[in-house]
């Protein structure tokens, strides 16, 4: 244990000693600041002993003699053998008259929050205080106001020390308190001024802002009262602006008559402003570096979640319980803005800490088509994810479970998630069989099983927003193993009672998986007040008219006050004051006006008002979805249209709209700023917009597109589709896109979106389209009988197949349809039907079946042909030759043949 030594320091020679410190550390901003940290810690010191003054009013001691600097000493310690900061030398105070002292504590549990490079790199203390002798119980409670006017006189006279401490100098008496009682003491607080009186209406308010006008020089009819001016000729001794407001308002409440809006009412309100300059010195106590005629920005906190206490501590709860090796389930529903995704990444940090994966996806009215796609995207996102964060040993073991989990199947999840190549460079996947057909159910499972093997109580995933609720259903719902936290988020003023979310719940509900819903509601007063304090680095108490009024705007919808209250800036209400060094607001005009109460008017206001070419690349984006790839806008870049594209992102992230996904790619800031981009399309213009820009791009990048992007132009196209009714060229084109497209989606195992741009293929052929188009249509109607079959919507599949069948022309050009025909009709429970097809073809290939056969003669052949297989030798099977497509034909259908006759002739084998 480190022996510790404390001094006890007279106030007055303790204030000499920091003056010294702070004319020999002028051109040394830091140790400036930590001689004011340490001042700010003996005010917050003396503030707090000044219970026990509080707590004895009728003491023998007058006012004035307590509260002067004579009255107290400081406790200076020092640690041996260990480092500590020089701000944190202050240990407590002592009042002389009353023989009180006060101990200022830093709880140990703080130490371990920081570590000690983040300890360097910020002040901020948060202190708790012992005092001896303790407060005795029944007093005069925290924060009463005496009817004798002593709080008043005790904040009067403590902006008397708190003068002294900062400035080093005897309090002015005979400027100040002398004045006390005149007519120009009473005024309001400077953000409540009306900016400019003489002034006739807003719009010369606004010009005057225009004009650079931000600090009040046009200003000749207002007279700063007594104590602005005492504050003014604060700052120009070098003391913060906090502290020169503190002094004021501290002065304002000792007015005899009306008090001024911002006066403290109590030395409790002051405690707390004190307390929060200490526990955020770089945004509350010092003061803020901003050039002369440059803007301010509002400094939120963005990685606070403010008033979302409870709700964050549910979705950390239920992941510890999946830490444990459950899989469990949250819903979180509200309006657009509530801040949903904010409170579910705030999960991010945790899920990293016990070694877990966090995959999202997110969807919007541009991409609703691909559900499954976003599933897929994202447990292929995971490959990549466990590749960078596993040693060679770790991927190692991996590539072995998943080799003892899938086997020969393997090929199907590497089919599913071609990342998992990156697993293992030696890992070597089957082709996939001929005779294999994946369906939605296939899907399923294989994705179930994946997560199986790489989800435990160790690794537990998380999946953010929303997704295909049927595969997530199958993931949370198996009791073999998996291991995941599902977090969705959805509108719940946009989603009806018939919903698919609420039969995903119940669902879940069923299959006993834990599940929780709860909805996201705007924040209240007092924790909006909390985020516009933080964002304006001022008092709360002095924020508190302004968020009054932001809150009867705007409901307390997070993203909703961002917005607004970044359009008062715009528009002159709010603005930093650079003689002030602070904001300051009108709060009169901010009040009388009508502001819209939506955020939707608001940003096409701030949208309607950017310069045309962000605006042009903000509609671009828009089109796309809430992202946009790196390789789509690579592309556009190499157009005429587009060549400046990169650098009108730039301008667009510069300016809020859009920020880097962390994958490469660009995103809008919320989905509400993309759907006011998406608006400044007229109505009117929207799908040929779309149809531009999807037919640019397929230009530029033919035949060197991937699958993402092939999805993309052919999503834009279909979006014009109206504008070529008349055009059967341009039509049989953008058929033959639709089909390539969907063909991607299959090879995906993405049936729906597979399905949706078969569908639209279809819809562009003409009348005589078997005649004109047959070799395009028998491969477009196969791959739609493919895609129908694998989402199990057999009776379209059974159609598109005999579609084919009728319109070939020979037996080759039937096989393939008549091979999962055969497939379909089994699932469809048709086995005669199966049987009889199966049988009509093998005639057709030459084969000769008989209607029935002795078991004798059967267990002969099987032991044969057992004998002939068990004398082939490897090396003999290598040399073998590949079977030509007749016979493999011919062997598919003696497999379909022998599956059904049993329940279709078992009459066979009598």
Not at 345 to 352: E, G, K, M, P
Not at 550 to 565: A, I, R
Request: overall charge negative; hydrophobic content about 35%.
């Amino acid at each position: 244990m480190a022996e510790s030594t404390d001094s006890l320091v007279p106030l007055r020679s303790w204030i000499k000693d920091e003056a010294k410190k702070l004319n020999n550390c002028q051109n040394d901003r830091r140790k400036k600041k930590e001689v004011i940290v340490r001042l700010t810690t003996v005010a917050y010191g003396i503030a707090e002993i000044l219970k026990l003054v509080n707590s004895r009013p009728n003491g023998k001691h007058p006012l004035e003699e307590e509260l002067q600097i004579d009255n107290f000493c400081v406790h200076v310690g020092k640690e041996a053998n260990s480092f500590q900061h020089p701000w944190d030398d202050i240990n407590g105070i002592r009042m002389i008259s009353t023989a009180s002292s006060l101990t200022m504590l830093e709880p140990s549990y703080l130490s371990c929050l920081l570590s000690e490079e983040e300890k360097d790199g910020q002040m901020g203390r948060y202190l708790e205080v012992e005092l001896e002798p303790s407060i005795v119980e029944g007093s005069p409670s925290e924060g009463t106001v005496s009817t004798d006017g002593n709080d008043n006189r005790r904040c009067q006279l403590f902006a008397r020390l708190l003068y002294e401490l900062f400035s080093h100098q005897p309090f002015p008496d005979e400027d100040v308190c002398t004045r006390m009682n005149g007519d120009n003491c009473s005024r309001e607080p400077a953000h409540k001024k009306t900016k400019v009186d003489h002034l006739s209406s807003r719009k010369e308010l606004m010009l005057s802002r225009a004009r650079g006008d931000f600090d009040n020089k046009a200003d000749s009819t207002q007279t700063d009262s007594t104590f602005q001016v005492f504050a003014r000729k604060m700052q120009e001794l070098g003391i913060p602006v906090s502290i020169c407001l503190m002094t004021q308002n501290l002065l304002e409440s000792g007015l005899n008559g009306d008090k001024a809006g911002d006066a403290y009412n109590s030395l409790r309100v002051l405690r707390e402003d004190l307390h929060l300059l200490l526990l955020d010195p770089e945004r509350f106590l010092f003061d803020k570096e901003v050039g002369e005629h440059a803007n301010a920005d509002l400094l939120y906190r963005k990685e606070k979640l403010y008033g979302r206490d409870r709700e964050e501590s549910l979705i950390t709860d239920a992941f510890c319980r999946v830490s444990r090796g459950k899989s469990e389930a949250i819903l979180i529903g509200g309006f657009s803005g509530s801040g949903k995704s904010k409170l579910v990444n705030s999960l991010r940090d945790r899920v990293d800490a016990v070694g877990g994966y966090v995959l999202t996806y997110k969807y919007d009215d541009i991409s609703k088509e691909e559900p499954l796609f976003g599933v897929v995207s994202a447990l292929n996102q995971l490959c990549a994810i466990i590749k960078e964060r596993n040693t060679s040993e770790g991927l190692l073991a991996i590539t072995n479970k998943l080799k003892n989990a899938f086997g020969d199947d393997y090929w199907l999840l590497a089919s599913l998630l071609p990342n998992i190549s990156l697993l293992s460079y030696d890992f070597i996947v089957n082709e996939k069989p001929a005779s294999e057909t994946i369906n939605l159910r296939s899907v399923c499972f294989t994705l179930v099983r994946f997560v199986r093997v790489l989800s435990s109580p160790v690794h537990p995933i998380m999946w953010a927003d929303d997704t295909a609720l049927d595969v997530i259903h199958s993931i949370l719902s198996d009791t073999r193993g998996s291991c995941m936290f599902f977090v969705g988020t959805y509108r719940d003023n946009e989603v009806l009672s018939n919903h698919a979310i609420y039969n995903f719940v119940e669902k879940l509900e069923a299959s006993n998986v834990p599940t929780k819903k709860f909805s996201l509601t705007g924040l209240n007063q007092e924790d909006l007040n909390t985020m516009i304090s933080d964002a304006l680095c001022l008092y709360p108490r002095i924020c508190k008219p302004l968020s009054d009024i932001v809150f009867q705007k705007t409901k307390g919808n997070p993203f909703f006050v961002l917005e607004f209250m970044q359009s008062l800036c715009t528009r002159g209400l709010l603005w930093y004051n650079h003689q002030q060094k602070r904001w300051v607001w009108n709060e009169s005009i901010i009040r009388s006006e009508e502001i819209t109460d939506n955020v939707k008017y608001l940003l096409a206001s701030k949208l309607n008002g950017l310069p045309g070419n962000i605006q042009g690349v903000l509609k671009v984006l828009a089109c796309f979805g809430t992202s946009t790839s790196e390789q789509l806008i690579g592309y556009l870049s190499e157009t005429i249209e587009y060549s400046d594209i990169t650098d009108q992102l730039d301008d667009a992230i510069s300016g809020g709209f859009v920020e880097k996904n962390g994958q490469g790619g660009f995103k809008f800031v919320h989905d509400k700023v993309r759907e006011a981009a998406y608006n400044l399309i007229p109505a009117s213009d929207k799908n040929q917009f779309h149809y531009d820009l999807g037919k640019l791009l397929h230009a530029t990048c033919k035949g060197k597109e991937d699958g993402d992007v092939q999805f993309v132009i052919v999503s834009q196209i279909n979006r014009g589709l109206q504008l070529i009714e008349s055009h059967p060229s341009l039509r049989m084109e953008i058929a033959e896109l639709n089909m390539k497209a969907g063909n991607v989606g299959l090879d995906r195992s993405d049936f729906v979106t597979a399905n949706s741009y078969f569908s639209v293929s279809l819809s562009l052929l003409p009348e005589d389209h078997w005649n004109s188009m047959y070799t395009f249509c028998r491969s477009l109607y196969f791959s739609v009988a493919k895609a129908a079959y694998s989402s199990a919507n057999l009776e379209k599949a059974q159609k598109a197949l005999q579609k084919i069948i009728d319109e070939s022309k020979c037996l080759n050009e039937k096989l393939d349809a008549l091979h999962l025909l055969v497939t379909v009709l089994v699932e469809r429970d048709a086995q005669e039907q199966a049987f009889t097809t199966s049988f009509e073809v093998l005639l057709q290939l030459g084969e000769s079946i008989p209607d029935s056969f002795d078991k004798r003669d059967a267990r002969a052949m099987v032991k044969k042909t057992s004998k002939i297989l068990g004398d082939i030798s490897e090396e003999s099977m290598s040399k073998m030759k590949e079977v030509d497509k007749k016979t493999e034909y011919i062997l598919m259908f003696y497999n379909h043949i022998a599956g059904v006759a049993f329940f279709a002739k078992p009459a066979m084998g009598e």
